[in-house]
């Protein structure tokens, strides 16, 4: 277990809907990183947090977008979903803003599936 | 851009024998290349990295070899065992706070 967790674990909704995956870093951790991982394209980054604001950006849509409260934990949003957007969810946290400097700890994930 | 490619992408070897797989990357700048290993159903966690002033790095069955000039880096294990088997990704690290993750190396150990 490495201290990060996110629900729900399952997902399953329809194209079109929106969804809120929930991620909570492990204690002390104020660096947020949210991956896509699907079949055909392995671990795709998405977008980074750190203590509240954004840091990092990757491949991600616009129909996408994510944020960090105050208490560190992250929501990763997800509108008019479309079947391509089926996959494994992943955060990861860790204490400093660079991952070449600190080690990643992902969660569990969320899969999403979109019917 | 981002360019990492990872070879072979599904290497099966006999428990007890080693397993070598390489990954290569584009951009001459990146200074830190971990290896990520995902078991099925399961998360991805580090088990092994290394930075650019290092050109191997080893813990206990799995060591890291670097070769900034060819730009590539590969993991070794050796003695392999079935909880070995797993995929595994190299992840450069290219800059701006992003590792570029591979798309895996499927290594299966058969007892």
């Known amino acids: 277990d490495s201290g990060v967790t996110q629900t729900p674990k399952h997902l399953i909704t329809a194209t079109g809907q929106r969804v809120t995956l929930r991620c909570s870093p492990r204690?002390?951790?104020?660096?947020v990183y949210w991956y896509q991982q699907s079949l055909d394209q392995g671990l795709q980054f998405l977008i980074q947090y750190y203590n509240g604001e954004e840091r990092a950006k990757g491949n991600i849509l616009e129909r996408f977008s994510a944020q960090q409260f105050p208490d560190l934990h992250s929501e990763l949003n997800l509108s008019s979903l479309e079947l391509g957007d089926s996959a494994l969810y992943f955060c990861?946290?860790?204490?400093?803003?660079?991952?070449?400097?600190?080690?990643?700890?992902f969660g569990p994930g969320t899969r999403l599936t979109v019917l | 851009g981002e360019n990492v490619e990872q070879h072979p992408s599904t290497l099966s070897v006999q428990e007890g024998d080693s397993a070598v797989i390489k990954c290569t990357y584009s951009?001459?700048?990146?200074?830190?290349f971990p290896w990520y290993k995902q078991e099925l159903g399961k998360r991805p966690q580090l088990i092994i990295d290394i930075r650019s002033n290092v050109g191997e790095k080893k813990d206990q069955r799995i060591a890291v070899t670097l070769n900034k000039t060819a730009k590539h880096f590969s993991l070794h294990i050796t003695e392999t065992q079935p909880e070995d088997s797993a995929v595994y990704f190299c992840a450069p690290y290219y800059g701006n706070n992003r590792l570029a993750f591979g798309k895996g190396n499927q290594v299966v150990v058969i007892p």
């Open positions: 990861a946290s860790s204490v400093d803003p660079s991952p070449s400097t600190d080690t990643q700890y």
């Open positions: 951009d001459s700048a990146s200074n830190y």
């Open positions: 204690s002390g951790d104020l660096s």
